[in-house]
């Protein structure tokens, strides 16, 4: 039986999730997920009454940290994960690393035993006192309601974690809440009795309201304007504000797939494959580089540089964590690259740049770039850079998988107006999760190019597919492994290639749709793949099988022309 005072600690449980639950949402969370679990109840019974909130209940913890990943990466704000105790939380350990490395909001809310329970055999009873150790932005506990913590220091402990979530560095913030039993839920008033509560009570607004700077412009420095041979480079989210610089600069410019910066005259198409040309690297030889944003997909780039530095190398990006691999950078701008670009145009003068030396590179990728095309779309075959190709050309925004599908957008699709990607620590786990999460936030059809083995990884995620409220079109590049490893030295050992590195397998994604009752379609040629990417309401997954030794072949294939047009024209 509960006794009078089991009963009270049952209701003080019940209020306290309420209030909680309350203060997430005054303070901007834009969706909480929750996994089922009995220690988290006084919070997922609070969610449960409140219909007003946006909210999905995942069986995964990983799959729904990586879902709440992708919200956050769309709307720039966090989404809450609530979990049980024990190893509950501990499955959200890669989506915190990506969200760490990434640089995008992630409040996870794990529920524990009191204090008395912990080292004392309880059963599903682990140490969750700092989990994530330094991946977090910020970690603070919130004590049992009947353990003297005051009410106020749970609204503005809620408060503060959603502001460290994005500021000063966004990223993910952890919070491990205790609750002693009995948790409840109880049938009694919306928020804890406490007369402190009544101005919070009677409002809308979080208990504190935090400010943040405006985001900091940086002064241009004189090297922009007396570059002769100036390269731009635009990382990830330099966005048009970049391709408006290099215009206005007359550099050429590298714009990396997810860079965002539009179509621009300054491009040059397939860089990645230029700079295995020695012509190119000889007549490219910038005296300054500028790189705006995040980093590049090329690894031939960051090859390139290493070896042949520039005189001056200049970055600008907000996040003020150092991003210089490879040692070379001789400036770093903290600041925000639009406003700073922005003012930058203000103030240009007449840029010294060499045209000459600008129109040889622009003309020389362009024409290898249009003979890759042909080279493509003569294949006859719906092969991995026509898929990407045609994705790009979709007009919906776009989330790439890692390995060869972000790699085959960057080489071979048009820019893309808007894309996603896990590039913070560039795995491939969580990758359907998170497209659905992105999805979700972006709240519009969307389309996710994935790798079959990426699929494979993240299986149990196909069950959010199938409560996806926003219109997802999984794309799964089918061939039969992993493809990336085919363009690897390791590609040459026979013994164990197949077994141990691209790891062949004979999977039907027909038979993994139909288990999750998914809408399924298998694309054989482009007109197929096309119909399969419009948007009609439903989430779809798509299939395109391919075979690995023909894509290498065709990758190598473009790669060696585009050698010999650039080698006899520079």
């Not at 910066?261 to 860089?271: A, E, I, Y």
């Not at 493509?376 to 991995?384: F, N, R, S």
């Not at 298998?522 to 399969?532: D, I, P």
Request: with cysteine; net charge negative; charged share 20%.
């Amino acid at each position: 039986m509960i006794g009078e005072g089991d009963a009270s600690l049952a209701a003080r449980n019940t209020r306290w999730g309420a209030m909680l639950i309350e203060e997430l949402s005054r303070a901007g969370v834009p969706l909480i997920c929750a996994c089922p679990g009995s220690r988290s109840t006084p919070l997922t019974a609070a969610l449960a009454a409140r219909a007003d909130l946006k909210q999905r209940v995942m069986f995964d913890e990983r799959g729904a940290a990586f879902f709440a990943l992708g919200v956050g990466r769309a709307t720039g704000r966090p989404a809450a994960l609530i979990t049980t105790s024990g190893t509950a939380m501990a499955n959200a350990y890669p989506a915190v690393i990506e969200a760490e490395r990434a640089g995008v909001p992630l409040l996870l809310l794990s529920t524990d035993r009191p204090a008395e329970l912990r080292e004392s055999g309880a059963n599903q009873t682990i140490d969750q006192i700092k989990l994530f150790g330094d991946r977090v932005r910020w970690y603070a506990e919130i004590l049992s309601p009947d353990s003297g913590f005051p009410t106020t220091a749970a609204l503005t402990t809620i408060d503060e974690a959603v502001h460290r979530t994005r500021h000063p560095i966004p990223g993910p913030v952890h919070l491990n809440l205790q609750f002693r039993e009995p948790l409840g839920p109880e049938d009694i008033g919306a928020f804890p009795d406490d007369p402190r509560l009544e101005r919070w009570t009677h409002a809308t607004t979080p208990w504190t309201q935090i400010g943040s700077a405006s985001p900091a412009v940086a002064p241009m420095p004189a090297i922009l304007t007396r570059t002769t041979r100036g390269l731009l480079v635009a990382g990830e989210g330099a966005g048009p504000a970049a391709a408006s610089l290099a215009k206005a600069l007359g550099w050429p410019m590298f714009a990396d797939v997810t860079a965002h910066t539009g179509d621009s005259q300054m491009r040059l198409p397939m860089f990645d494959y230029a700079l295995a040309s020695s012509a190119f690297q000889r007549a490219l030889a910038p005296e300054a580089i500028l790189h705006i944003g995040g980093a590049v997909v090329s690894k031939r780039y960051r090859r390139w540089i290493s070896v042949h530095p520039p005189t001056h190398h200049l970055t600008l990006r907000a996040d003020p964590r150092r991003h210089d691999p490879d040692h070379t950078v001789t400036q770093r701008l903290v600041a925000d690259p639009t406003a700073t670009i922005h003012r930058w145009l203000d103030d240009l003068e007449t840029p010294a740049i060499d045209t000459t030396w600008r129109d040889a590179l622009l003309d020389a990728t362009h024409a290898a770039c249009g003979h890759a095309n042909r080279v493509i779309q003569e294949a006859g075959a719906l092969t991995e850079p026509l898929i990407a190709q045609t994705i790009a050309a979709a007009d919906a925004p776009i989330f790439l998988g890692n390995s060869m599908p972000i790699r085959d957008a960057d080489l071979f699709g048009a820019p893309i107006r808007r894309s996603a990607m896990n590039r913070g620590a560039s795995g491939i786990d969580g990758l359907v999760a998170t497209a659905a999460g992105w999805a979700t936030g972006m709240n519009e059809h969307t389309i996710a190019l994935l790798g079959d083995l990426s699929t494979l990884h993240d299986l149990s995620s196909m069950a959010i597919l199938a409560q996806q409220s926003v219109p997802l079109t999984v794309v799964v590049v089918n061939n039969g492994g992993g493809g990336i490893f085919s363009f690897l030295p390791v590609s040459t050992f026979d013994a164990g290639f197949e077994t141990h590195f691209a790891t062949a397998h004979d999977f039907d994604f027909a038979d993994i749709a139909r288990a999750f009752r998914l809408p399924y379609v298998n694309a054989r040629v482009r007109t197929e793949l096309e119909e399969g990417l419009r948007a009609d309401g439903r989430t779809t997954l798509i299939e395109v099988q391919t075979n690995r030794t023909a894509n290498a072949a065709l990758h190598r294939q473009i790669l060696r022309e585009t050698i010999a047009i650039l080698e006899t024209r520079l």
